[in-house]
């Protein structure tokens, strides 16, 4: 099969909408190549997740790439990516360049391009990702395992909004907790929860390519017993007594159930709350509190912000 590699040039407060809309639209795999990888200065503690080439990045910008199967309807396809972005306008996202290139690659290119992108890498104290191809010897005893495959969805795991997801589950997670994980991709937070000492976790996804990734590394890592997954949109019709909501997602949508998430809550529950641009933080601060939450955290890495908030 011959593939067309769609290359999106952007910005960084781009990157997340941008990639669930080729997620949406049937993408296999999304790579982004941010220059500022280049030059900042990495905490060795979490790892290298690959290596770096120069000639691939934009001198400013951001690419994103993305791997569309060359068939009848790839014109049509494109179009539809295209309109999808400009359409991000309405949220006041910056597009930067907004241009869109495509180039036709053979199958087994595809394979070696996606891969060489995705190493076992720790992302917190605990807990390495690694995928399923790579042969990885844990390095201590009491380090946790998660084994991906990213196949059409979401992501690798490695994204600083994960990352920030992770450590707010690892330090506040409670053994036999109940969690829900809303927007739930590739499911790394649920696997993750239950590693953790989870007891139950529910794992929401209104896009159908997700539930299926969420069911397939549940499965990967022997935890689906524990962990239920749906298709569903964010927490419409969910009556739950959970100890943590977790939502790794847009600043836009976690604002649309913050008040579904409080009745979803035990209280002194936490909602943790990730995939925030620096210039969205003060909206979702603002919206938690409005709704009853108390602060308790606010993380950063690099452009991005997690905040932790507490049921009082």
Not at 77 to 100: C, F, P, R, S, W
């Amino acid at each position: 099969m011959k593939w067309s590699e769609i290359c999106i040039h952007t910005t960084n407060e781009a990157i997340e909408p941008i990639s669930h809309i080729l997620h949406e639209t049937g993408a296999s795999g999304v790579v982004i190549e941010d220059p500022l990888d280049l030059i900042k200065e990495r905490d060795t503690s979490y790892g290298e997740i690959y290596e770096l080439d120069p000639k691939e990045y934009p001198e400013e910008g951001v690419y994103v790439k993305a791997y569309l199967p060359v068939n009848s309807f790839l014109g049509e396809t494109v179009n539809e990516i295209k309109q999808a972005i400009n359409g991000l306008m309405l949220y006041d996202i910056d597009l930067g360049h907004n241009q869109v290139t495509l180039s036709e690659i053979n199958e087994e290119e595809w394979a070696t391009a996606w891969k060489k992108y995705y190493k076992p890498v720790k992302i917190s104290k605990k807990i390495t990702i690694t995928p399923t191809w790579e042969d990885y010897p844990p390095v201590s005893s009491d380090e946790l395992i998660i084994e991906l495959d990213p196949g059409m969805a979401f992501g690798t795991g490695t994204h600083p909004t994960t990352v920030l997801s992770i450590q707010g589950l690892e330090q506040f997670i409670n053994k036999d907790d109940v969690i829900i994980d809303v927007g739930c991709g590739t499911g790394v937070l649920s696997i993750a929860s239950v590693l953790l000492g989870a007891k139950k976790v529910y794992a929401y996804d209104l896009d159908e390519v997700a539930v299926k990734s969420t069911k397939l590394n549940t499965k990967l890592n022997k935890v689906d017993q524990q962990i239920l997954t749906k298709q569903n949109n964010l927490l419409d019709h969910v009556h739950k007594e959970a100890d943590i909501v977790v939502s790794n997602i847009l600043a836009e949508i976690i604002v649309r159930f913050i008040t579904d998430a409080w009745n979803n809550l035990k209280h002194n529950g936490l909602f943790i709350t990730s995939g925030i641009i620096q210039a969205k933080k003060a909206l979702v601060k603002g919206e938690l509190q409005k709704n009853g939450f108390e602060i308790i955290e606010v993380n950063e890495m690099e452009d991005w912000v997690s905040i932790i908030a507490k049921k009082i």
